[in-house]
């Protein structure tokens, strides 16, 4: 959706996180952090993995 794209045609970080909580539907979240390591721009496919954890899980969003 462009409503998503930044004026840089940038994806906007504030979507970053509402893909995370789509994906951790029925589980209990006690806390999340989140780093960006990259710019994810218009054109570009976002791939997103779940990796459960025994103590959690790790939510990768990738180009």
């Known amino acids: ?8 045609s940038h ?3 504030a ?3 509402c893909m995370a909580l789509e994906l951790l ?3 209990f979240v006690k806390s ?3 780093e960006y390591r990259v ?3 218009l054109g570009d496919g976002i791939i997103l ?3 459960e954890m025994g103590n959690g899980c790790i939510i990768e969003l990738a180009t």
């Open 39 to 41: 710019t994810i721009k």
């Open 1 to 8: 959706m462009y409503s998503n794209i930044d004026y840089n």
């Open 25 to 27: 539907t029925g589980y």
């Open 32 to 34: 999340l952090r989140m």
């Open 15 to 17: 979507n970053y996180f």
């Open 49 to 51: 993995k779940l990796f």
């Open 11 to 13: 994806f906007n970080n």
